[in-house]
């Protein structure tokens, strides 16, 4: 998949609000995201797929 075509998923998947399934479609299972800082509940660095329950 090019870059282009991944861009336009993840788009589409965010204007429908379909956050997980973008997930579980375009990121690794080795995923790492790394925010400015810890808030709402969520760490700077998280790594992985896991979901909460």
Same mark, same amino acid.
């Given at each position: 998949? /090019?870059? @282009?075509?991944? +861009?336009? @998923?993840?788009? #589409?998947?965010?204007? #429908?609000?379909?956050? /997980? @399934? +973008? ?11 790394? /925010?400015? /800082? ?10 992985g797929k896991k979901r909460s329950a």
């Amino acid at each position: 998949m /090019e870059t @282009k075509e991944i +861009a336009q @998923k993840l788009a #589409n998947y965010c204007r #429908n609000a379909e956050f /997980e @399934k +973008a997930q579980d479609e375009l990121y690794g299972d080795d995923v790492v995201s790394i /925010e400015p /800082e810890a808030m709402g509940g969520y760490e700077k660095e998280t790594a992985g797929k896991k979901r909460s329950a």
